[in-house]
């Protein structure tokens, strides 16, 4: 079963609007963490925000919020003010807290192409 | 600049041949991870190593190895290669959660595309 799902392959949004990439993740944890990363056409994968299970107020970094609604295990990713440079691949990844010393690999989704117009 | 380095960024090579992509982590980080990113797919996690250590292993595949050395970068290779083995191959380092950090986001590195032709 797939731990973390995108359901929007491709996305397009108006400069200066803000858009919403979705999320939702399958675990039996109850405690996890989890992250969206922005890749560009270049290539590298960029940091983008990271959400706690326990965290009780729902991430934000600038211009980038995560909407977390834990009942329906999803972790929406919430773009304001969209500019020119946020076309990218993005991806949703979940890291497991399972045991003490246990690996803490992220697991990511299939991403969701965002392209901007001006 | 993410800290961690990956060399070669681009690599051509032939069916059958063998390669080595090598990492060195962000200073001070003891995780190393692998994954392979194929077109059109999402990352796909291959393994990791803590302080030297094989901490998990995720797809990969028998023909393909890594290691940590003491100093802490790692290597991976690839052998007995396909053309199905082109993809690009991240190395990504983090801090762990027990550093202070309470986060654990992994740190990436820009990637080495491998093409087998």
């Known amino acids: 079963a797939q731990k973390i799902t995108q359901t929007q392959p491709g996305m397009f949004v108006q400069e200066k609007e803000a858009v919403t990439l979705d999320c939702t993740y399958d675990t039996s944890d109850q405690s996890y963490g989890l992250f969206w990363y922005k890749q560009p056409s270049s290539g590298e994968m960029i940091f983008l925000i990271y959400q706690g299970s326990y965290d009780e107020q729902n991430a934000t970094e600038g211009r980038y919020s995560l909407n977390f609604q834990k009942a329906r295990k999803s972790a929406n990713l919430v773009i304001s003010a969209s500019q020119l440079g946020d076309s990218a691949m993005y991806f949703c990844?979940?890291?497991?807290?399972?045991?003490?010393?246990?690996?803490?690999?992220?697991?990511f989704g299939k991403g969701t192409k965002l392209t901007v117009n001006p | 600049d993410s800290g961690v380095t990956q060399t070669p960024k681009h690599l051509i090579t032939a069916t059958g041949q063998r390669v080595t992509l090598r990492c060195s982590p962000r200073?001070?980080?003891?995780?190393v991870y692998w994954y392979q990113q194929s077109l059109d797919q999402g990352l796909q996690f291959l393994i990791q190593y803590y302080n030297g250590e094989e901490r998990a292993k995720g797809n990969i595949l028998e023909r393909f190895s890594a290691q940590q050395f003491p100093d802490l970068h790692s290597e991976l290779n690839l052998s007995s290669l396909e053309l199905g083995d082109s993809a690009l191959y991240f190395c990504a380092s983090s801090a762990g959660r027990t550093s202070g950090r309470n986060t654990g986001e992994l740190f990436f590195g820009e990637g080495s595309r491998l093409t087998v032709l």
């Open positions: 200073s001070g980080d003891l995780s």
């Open positions: 990844a979940m890291r497991e807290d399972l045991l003490q010393g246990g690996s803490e690999k992220l697991v």
